[in-house]
């Protein structure tokens, strides 16, 4: 089926470890962005790309990595997880054939980190 | 920075009463994005609101754009159990959104039966 998919939906990992949330698009969507969702802040946007080895920081991107090698796959890596990075963090895509354009997004992973 | 101011943060109604959820910045969007989000899932879009003053309706739900293109409304009229979730406005900047989002702290809704 056509959509967004992030993996794992929910993970549990230990703080200094390094950990990979992967989202795939089936659209070929050229914008993809990366938020994390938080009690009392909402989302807020950490890496955009606009197209495959395009990346951009956004609000809050320190302790966090990304990729686009390929147009479909969006990973974002903590490098070494910190407890404040405890949150649930959504994947989404956009097709900017005009400005405006919705943003699609996964159902999100749930990163607990202990 | 840009920043959206949505209020109330929480509300809970009666099923048949209707309600207005606002988003207030003091910067200018290229446009305003309503979405709705159920426990366990990712936002959808709702709807887009582009030029100032613009109104646009679905069913029993009414959004508007301010004037000035910095701030908007969700008005539920006659609101039903099904209307329950977290409702969150988004803006788009002068990119058009191509930068991502910036998005309010939400409104979660609840509605009584």
């Known amino acids: 089926d056509a959509g967004i998919t992030q993996s794992p939906r929910y993970k549990i990992t230990e703080t200094g470890r390094q950990v990979t949330l992967m989202c795939h698009q089936t659209w070929s969507h050229s914008y993809m962005f990366w938020y994390r969702q938080d009690l009392g802040h909402g989302l807020r946007l950490i890496y955009y790309?606009?197209?495959?080895?395009?990346?951009d920081k956004g609000e809050v991107p320190d302790g966090y990595v990304v990729s686009r090698s390929k147009t479909e796959n969006f990973p974002l890596t903590l490098e070494s997880a910190t407890r404040s990075q405890t949150s649930v963090y959504f994947c989404?895509?956009?097709?900017?054939?005009?400005?405006?354009?919705?943003?699609?997004f996964g159902d999100g992973t749930r990163l607990s980190i202990l | 920075t840009q920043l959206l101011e949505q209020s109330p943060q929480f509300l809970s109604i009666q099923e048949g009463e209707n309600l207005t959820v606002y988003c207030n910045s003091s910067s200018v969007f290229s446009s305003l994005q309503w979405y709705r989000q159920e426990p366990g899932e990712g936002p959808v879009l709702l709807v887009t609101?582009?030029?100032?003053?613009e109104v646009k309706k679905l069913k029993r739900l009414t959004f508007q754009f301010g004037d000035a293109r910095k701030d908007s409304s969700l008005h539920i009229t006659a609101a039903q159990t099904g209307d329950t979730g977290l409702y969150l406005c988004?803006?788009?900047?002068?990119?058009?959104?191509?930068?991502?989002?910036?998005f309010g702290k939400g409104t979660h809704l609840i509605i009584q039966p």
């Open positions: 790309s606009a197209a495959a080895d395009i990346t």
């Open positions: 988004a803006g788009a900047g002068s990119g058009g959104g191509a930068d991502g989002l910036t």
């Open positions: 609101v582009v030029t100032g003053g």
């Open positions: 989404a895509s956009s097709e900017f054939r005009d400005s405006n354009q919705p943003q699609h």
